[in-house]
């Protein structure tokens, strides 16, 4: 493969795989089988493990993880964390999830992955976003202990405006804190200006498809837009992908990936 830097997300296989909270569910494939299919199948250097994929995380299941991407010689690049919210209102349980979430600083270096991705939560008004700014700062201290970045992506919520992303991150204002872009998720009429506003704090993206033309271009989104916009902020990390279709899973990562390399070369 070429220098550039594309990794496949777990969420890509997300119906192969087992989830947490959803253990009922046939899968499969398991997270560890994860790292042999992105190389054997697509071809790529990097995946984005999601916390969700994860069924524990005692040591040796850990490090069964570890030792999987090892031997497949794989970066890993980042770890979503779907468990609680910067934004939790409930001091109680925003006290458990943060406990939680901060597991997850130490388990990303373990793994060797330079970030976490933690969901702002819902609300509306400043109240909410205060909540955030206040959620992130608290969080930005264990990413400045660990080494391991702390990152916000447009998922909806308070993150769905963009100009809420840039003001947590000015407010935070550390070194340790950054974004992590969706191609798919903000809506459709601010799409581009938001992954503008945001991309300039990004050291991943998530390169989000849906569905593909007989071209091969994306029909949801304008993927050399989207590369374009990216380019001109002067990003050089990964792109991450995303695949969210109804289709054949693998196929539609085989497709992203023809796609975006037809826009990165």
Known sequence: MSEMKISVSSWSLHRELPHFLRRELAA???ITDFPRICVEEFGVEAVELCQMHFLSTDKEYLADVKRALKDWSLSLVNIPVDIGSAA???PEKRRAE?????EWFHIARYLGSPSIRVNTGGGEGEAALKRAIEGYRDLVRTAEETGVMLLIENHGGISADPDNIIKIIEEVGSNYIGT??????FPPNIRYEGLKKIAKYAPIVHAKTYDFDEKGEETRIDYKRCID??????FNGYYSIEYEGKGDQREGVKKSLKLLKRYLQ
Do not use: A, H, W
């Open 28 to 30: 499969k494939i398991t």
């Open 88 to 90: 939790e209102p409930n």
């Open 98 to 102: 943060f406990k939680v979430i901060r």
């Open 180 to 185: 992590c872009p969706d191609f798919g998720n």
């Open 229 to 234: 916009i990216l380019k001109s902020q002067g």
